[in-house]
Nanobody, 121 residues
Framework: QVQLVESGGGLVQPGGPVRLSCAAS????????MAWYRQAPGKQRELVAR???????DYIDSVKGRFTISRDNAKNTAYLQMNSLNPEDTAVYYC???????????????WGQGTQVTVSS
């Protein structure tokens, strides 16, 4: 069984940086893609950034130039570096991983528990 553990959220002032981490633990899997979603109060969950196994990245327009997703393959960990934060970035951020079972070659999806990022002075 695979588990995603997130860390790094908290309270940050506008303009400040935050780096979120998402570590995938388990055995017999190959990560196909990792992504970050967020859900603000009263809003639908939205895809923020995605990093595929070959290294392709994608971002929603509102975070381009400010957010950077990266992966440390040795640690099975994804990061979301968030700079120049504004109050509109306040949300619960969720880590998402799509992986392939090394035993059965099936595609599975996992979610982290979410971490709160609050941008406020």
């Amino acid at each position: 069984q695979v588990q995603l553990v997130e860390s790094g959220g908290g309270l940050v002032q506008p303009g400040g940086p935050v780096r979120l981490s998402c570590a995938a633990s388990g055995t017999f899997f190959v990560i196909y893609a990792m992504a970050w979603y967020r859900q603000a109060p009263g809003k639908q969950r939205e895809l923020v950034a995605r990093h595929t196994s070959p290294g392709t990245t994608d971002y929603i327009d509102s975070v381009k130039g400010r957010f950077t997703i990266s992966r440390d393959n040795a640690k099975n960990t994804a990061y979301l570096q968030m700079n120049s934060l504004n109050p509109e970035d306040t949300a619960v951020y969720y880590c998402n991983a799509v992986l392939l079972s090394a035993l059965y070659r099936t595609r599975e999806e996992y979610w982290g528990q979410g971490t709160q990022v609050t941008v406020s002075s």
